[in-house]
């Protein structure tokens, strides 16, 4: 099935709800790419046991297929001196939700109560800050389906997946705000800002 080893199919499907595999998720170290950048595959990640934000939403919309639900990842972007962000997205109950992988407190999952995929992309504006207090998300893309990608073997491949980062950067994404609303934007709080810090894992 999917071409997965029997171990890491076995451990896949064991994550069989979106909680379960948030759990998986938060308890996997960070990938800090000490020896340089890497987008590592599903296959690759379960064995090396560690990932960063990409490779996380990559491995938790794997595990989301595997367990019948479509593989979908939501895109968000930034401004020039923040990073984009990407979230695996799942519907239940007719509604939206998000697994995410972060080192941070925020930009974290979402349970499945939202009515649109602005909506669930909009509960990320408010947490999507830098040390600075600047609000810098400013765009969201459409639900990206990794089946698209099957016959570049994304999930198994031992090279880097580079082509989905790529892609996502490429597909039509939506403004959150116009030039009067962004100029108008108030800074974080400084509380805000140090709950910011809280890292899970540190370099």
Known sequence: MFE??????????????????????????????????TCYSPLVVLKRNKCHCMEG??????ALRVNGFPPL????????????????????????GAIS???????????PIYNSVRELAMS??????????????RSYSLPVNLK???????MTTQEDIDFIPEYLAKVKHYKIMNRQQIKNLRKADKVEIEAGKIVEWKR
């Open 57 to 62: 939403s990559v491995l938790a919309a794997l």
């Open 148 to 154: 698209r990608f099957d016959k570049l073997n994304w």
């Open 101 to 111: 992988k972060t080192n941070h407190a925020v930009l974290r999952f979402r349970e």
């Open 73 to 96: 990842l939501l895109d968000l972007t930034a401004t020039d001196d923040d990073l984009d962000h990407a979230v695996a997205l799942y519907k239940k109950y007719g509604k939206w």
């Open 124 to 137: 990320y504006f408010h947490e999507y800050f830098d040390d600075k207090g600047r609000k810098n998300l």
């Open 4 to 37: 997965l080893p029997e171990k890491e199919l076995k451990l896949l499907k064991k994550l069989n709800t979106p909680k379960k595999i948030q759990d998986f998720l938060n308890a996997m170290p960070k990938n800090f790419e000490k020896n340089g950048y």
